[in-house]
């Protein structure tokens, strides 16, 4: 067997379970999509516009321009630990996780393809 299709051979199972990943993403996309815009919409109602006016940040900004980034961040990192984290319990409940022990998958190949 010549080495390049032994390499690429190597790498067809992380594609597989990275493509039953994403599409798993798609199911859930208003969980993905919708929640963290009712959160973040939330925090700019609650944070933004009643504690707006009487909140001082230093350099001249706006409060609003100071608090919008960090929600769009803290949605971002919210989602990348929930989407993750649910994949990894749901399989090791299922009982996925011991059959990719057996599989010819490396441990980073796991992880990078949940991530």
């Given at each position: 067997?010549?080495?390049?299709?032994?390499?690429?051979?190597?790498?067809?199972?992380?594609?597989?379970?990275?493509?039953?990943?994403?599409?798993?993403?798609?199911?859930?996309?208003?969980?993905?999509?919708?929640?963290?815009?009712?959160?973040?919409?939330?925090?700019?109602?609650?944070?933004?516009?009643?504690?707006?006016?009487?909140?001082?940040?230093?350099g001249?900004?706006?409060?609003?321009?100071?608090?919008?980034?960090?929600?769009?961040?803290?949605?971002c990192?919210?989602?990348?630990?929930?989407?993750?984290?649910?994949?990894?319990?749901s399989?090791?409940?299922?009982?996925?996780?011991?059959?990719?022990?057996v599989?010819?998958?490396?441990?980073?190949?796991?992880?990078?393809?949940?991530?």
């Amino acid at each position: 067997m010549k080495q390049s299709l032994r390499q690429e051979l190597r790498w067809t199972p992380f594609f597989i379970l990275f493509y039953r990943e994403i599409r798993r993403y798609l199911k859930v996309l208003i969980q993905t999509i919708v929640a963290p815009l009712i959160n973040s919409s939330l925090y700019l109602l609650i944070f933004g516009v009643s504690l707006g006016a009487s909140i001082s940040v230093p350099g001249g900004v706006s409060y609003l321009a100071f608090l919008i980034p960090g929600l769009v961040m803290m949605s971002c990192l919210n989602n990348c630990f929930q989407n993750s984290s649910s994949s990894i319990v749901s399989a090791k409940f299922g009982g996925d996780l011991e059959d990719f022990r057996v599989s010819p998958l490396s441990d980073q190949q796991i992880i990078w393809a949940y991530a």
